[in-house]
Structures are given as C-alpha cells and as structure tokens.
C-alpha cells in the first residue's frame, strides 16, 4: 500500500466551478500536510499547509483534513483555467525521519 | 518565495560520462532534497541531508552520490550517466522547524543519449 494515494484524473471542471481534489494516506501518524500545484515541466510550488483538523482557507482555495478517516482535500472555488495542473498532495511522517510523502497527482483541466 | 537555484536547466550528454547538478539555496535551511521524477509520474526521493556532513539515501538508488560541505550547497553527482537516469531532477530544502514546508528549485532536465 502506497503511503499517499491520490486520484489520478483527469479531473475536469467549468470555469467557475469548485475543484474538489482528494488524497488519502496509508499512516496514521502522520502529522503534515501539503498541497502542491505543478504545471506542465515545471517543478512543485507550495498552494497550502494544514496540520489540524478541519478546515484552512486562504484566497481561492481551502484545505480540509479529517485525521480520523485519513484523508485530505483541496478545494479551488471559482475555478480558473490558469488552476489547470496537476495537484500533488504530500504528507509528512514523523514515524520516518520527517520523510515526504508525495503522491502521483491528480491532474485538473479547467475548461473555458 | 523561495530561493532555490539548480544548473544547468538543461543537459545532454553522453552515456558514460560523469556530471554534477548543482543546487543551492539562500534561505539558510538546514534540510535539502533530491527527487527524481519522470514526466507524468510521482516524485522519488533520491538523497536527502538534515545538515551539513549528513547525507542519506532515498528510497530511489540512482547510482548517484551527494556531498553536502556548505549548508547552502547540495550537488550531486552521477559518475557514469545512462540512458535510464533520462529524467528531470529536482532539489528542494526545508527548514528544520515544525513547519518544515519543501520548497523547490526549477529543476534540471537531463537527457542521456
């Protein structure tokens, strides 16, 4: 079992729309989470950290973490086509000398 | 934003020979990364250092090595590149505190003909 699975997509949405993206993780002691956004031949950049449980806002996007069924989202409300990439969602694991977790990324197409 | 830097962007170069990517990075953190990953596929995690003097293998065995002498600097070397080590590499650094958010540099494209 994969420490970190994520639906692979291609997920598509209307301009506009919510995005709703979803991983689970495999350890239940995780204690870090992470969401990246890579285009395309770039490398990852940061969207959002959560380490509690609930809900973390911030612009356009909100990460929600349920540590009990271990599970992470990633909401983009409004949707735009520059959200288009694929999101990698990461964990952090103590239990393993603070090693990332990343897994293969859900790829989002925002369509016009 | 982060300040992470990897040369050459770019590399083509023949099987058998020896090559370096470098990285390096200005934020003082203590933690670097070196992840593989080919186009479409997950990130491995090749090396990785808590600071200098320690290095550490992934879970990926590239047949390379890594040096860490200067906290900013994390090069890594592969002594005789192959067709099968064609991927993009990229390096990443964390701080040491409880945050420990990875931020990466842009990545280095090499070819191995």
Not at chain 2, 23 to 40: L, V
Request: hydrophobic share 30%; net charge negative; charged share 20%.
């Amino acid at each position: 079992q994969k420490e970190v699975e994520q639906n692979s997509g291609p997920l598509s949405v209307p301009e506009g729309a919510i995005a709703s993206l979803n991983c689970t993780y495999s350890d239940r002691v995780s204690q870090s989470f992470f969401w990246y956004r890579q285009y395309s031949g770039k490398s990852p950049e940061l969207i959002m950290s959560i380490y509690s449980n609930g809900d973390k806002e911030d612009g356009r996007f909100t990460a929600q973490l349920n540590k009990a069924s271990q599970y992470v989202s990633l909401l983009i409300r409004d949707s735009q086509p520059s959200d288009s990439a694929t999101y990698l969602c990461a964990v952090k694991n103590w239990n393993t000398g603070n090693q990332f977790y990343f897994g293969t990324g859900t790829s989002l197409t925002v369509i016009p | 934003e982060a300040d992470i830097y990897q040369t050459p962007r770019y590399l083509v170069i023949g099987t058998g020979k020896k090559i370096t990517l470098e990285c390096s990075q200005t934020m003082g953190h203590d933690k670097m990364y070196w992840y593989q990953q080919d186009p479409g596929m997950e990130l491995h995690l090749i090396h990785y250092s808590y600071g200098v003097n320690s290095t550490e293998k992934g879970d990926l065995s590239s047949e390379s090595t890594v040096s860490r002498i200067r906290t900013e600097h994390f090069p890594l070397t592969l002594e005789s590149a192959r067709p099968s080590h064609t991927s993009q590499y990229l390096c990443a650094s964390s701080d040491a505190g409880d945050l420990d958010t990875q931020y990466f540099g842009p990545g280095t494209r090499l070819t191995v003909l």
